[in-house]
Structures are given as C-alpha cells and as structure tokens.
Antibody, heavy 116, light 105 residues
C-alpha cells in the first residue's frame, strides 16, 4: 500500500523558517517525480514545487520561488520542503503528492500556520 | 503561466440530474486532469488524460474537451458525488483550477 506521511508543520512567526518532510513507502520512490501542493483554509489547491526522480529537474510556483527549496533523499525515501522567509499567506495544509499519468498518491497533509 | 478558470464556482443538482462542470485554460493544453476532494480528505485523481476514468470512478462520470475548453460530466447525479472538483494541467509546472463545489439540491 502506498503511503505518504508528512511531518514538520506547526506554528511559526513571519520571517522564520520551517522544513517539511514526507516519508514515502509502498512504491519505488526513486522512480517517481514528487510534488508539494498546498491548500489554504477554505481555499483551493495550489501547486508549490516539483522535483524529478533524480532531482535533475526542479520547478517552483512564482509565489514561493526564492524562498522555498524542494529536495529529496532517495536512500531515505523522503521528500523535503525547506521554507524560509515565511509569510502569513503561506498558511496552509501542505500535501506531498506523487502525480503520475493515470494515478496519484497524496499524503494527509501537514498544517503550517504563519502568525505572530 | 497557464491559468485555469472553472465554472460554475458552486452548483446544486438534484439526484438523477445531468451535471456539467467546465474548465477553461488561458492557453491550449495537451490534456486535462480532474480531481475530486471531499471535506477533510485529500484530493483523488478522478479523470486523467481528458477522458479516462481513474480506478474506481463510476462510469456515470465522463470527461471531454480539447485545446482550451474541457468538461467533466456526470450523467446522473448521486448523493455520493457531493464534493469539490478541480481541473489540473501539467507538466513542468502544474496549475489547478479554483474548483467547483457540487452540492445536492
């Protein structure tokens, strides 16, 4: 069974940093591109960042470019999102997801709240 | 970047009614995916490649479209279809539509 389990969320002050992790199991993690997608409370889905299977290709949404860094450790089956210079508008539920043609797997999400 | 505009934002349908949700892209895309999200749950892939049903999706659902205009159609609304539906395009960068919340009348 495929499982994606996010961790590392919490309450953080504006301007501070936070690092999210996503532990994958049940599939060959190193073969698949991965994504972070977020959802602000009561709002829609917003793609944040993508990384290819070997980390060769990395893409960011304009709203986080220069502040967030996506990375992965295939030996640990783990996806990361380093978030710096956090703003109130970054408050959201952050999902780790493997989105493939014909299939998708999502974690349950981890909440990040940016507030003083 | 490609912007996806979904309409309507919210709609209510009666059981048995045909439902059509629309997604328009600001530029032509190769195909469209659709996700279903119920309250408190993670999104699920519902339709991929414009018209292919994901595993387990009832065949009362269908998808169509090309270029900049795509649709998700429910031939006969059922209570279990209450959810928010998002369209999504790929592939180097992803974009989601703002969603259509489908309610029962």
């Amino acid at each position: 069974e495929v499982q994606l389990v996010e961790s590392g969320g919490g309450l953080v002050q504006p301007g501070r940093s936070l690092k999210l992790s996503c532990l994958a199991s049940g599939f060959t993690f190193s073969n698949y591109g991965m994504n972070w997608i977020r959802q602000a409370p009561g709002k829609g889905l917003e793609w944040v960042a993508s990384i290819s299977s070997s980390s060769s290709y990395i893409y960011y949404a304009d709203t986080v470019k220069g502040r967030f860094t996506i990375s992965r450790d295939n030996a640990k089956n783990t996806l990361y999102l380093q978030m710096t210079s956090l703003r109130s508008e970054d408050t959201a539920l952050y999902y780790c997801a493997s989105l493939n043609y014909g299939s998708s797997y999502w974690g349950q999400g981890v909440m990040v709240t940016v507030s003083s | 970047d490609i912007v996806l505009t979904q309409s309507p934002t919210t709609m209510a349908a009666s059981p048995g009614e045909k439902v059509t949700l629309t997604c328009r892209a600001s530029s032509s895309v190769s195909y469209m995916n659709w996700y279903q999200q119920k309250p408190g749950a993670s999104p699920k892939l519902w339709i991929y490649g414009t018209s292919k049903l994901a595993s387990g999706v009832p065949n009362r659902f269908s998808g169509s479209g090309s270029g900049t205009s795509y649709s998700l159609i429910i031939s006969s609304m059922e209570t279990e279809d209450i959810a928010t539906y998002y369209c999504q395009q790929c592939c180097s960068t992803l974009t989601f539509g703002s969603g259509t919340k489908l309610e029962i009348k």
